[in-house]
């Protein structure tokens, strides 16, 4: 995860003339612990910009969104020939129990 908060290019800094990130009213600070084999769960600092990262989060979920349904309408093309056995069933015991 990298830090979103870019403040040297920040417009609202600018305009608000903040002097350091902490500052800013979109600054938000979180720690981490970084993952993978040189990681060992060593924290780490993330400065991020409240609405840049709520919109990398947005597309984040957006696409896994998409994904899930694909994959629904993928098992739901899978199962649509099993539709007519179905409905013999369903007709076959009608007529059993009749």
């Given amino acids: 995860m990298e830090d979103t908060c870019k403040f040297e290019k920040c417009v609202i800094a600018k ?3 903040i002097k ?11 720690w ?3 993952d993978g084999p040189e990681g060992k769960g060593k924290p780490v600092k993330i400065d991020d910009c ?7 989060m947005v597309q984040e979920l957006h ?3 998409v994904g899930v349904e694909k994959s629904q309408e ?3 093309n899978a199962l649509q020939p099993l539709s007519g056995l179905i409905q013999m069933a369903k007709d076959y015991r ?5």
């Fill in 32 to 34: 981490w612990t970084e």
């Fill in 94 to 98: 009608q007529k059993a129990l009749a």
């Fill in 15 to 17: 305009r608000l003339k």
């Fill in 50 to 56: 409240a609405p840049v990262r709520t919109m990398l």
């Fill in 63 to 65: 696409g896994r969104l």
């Fill in 20 to 30: 350091r990130p902490e500052e800013c009213v979109n600054h938000v600070e979180s």
């Fill in 74 to 76: 993928q098992q739901r």
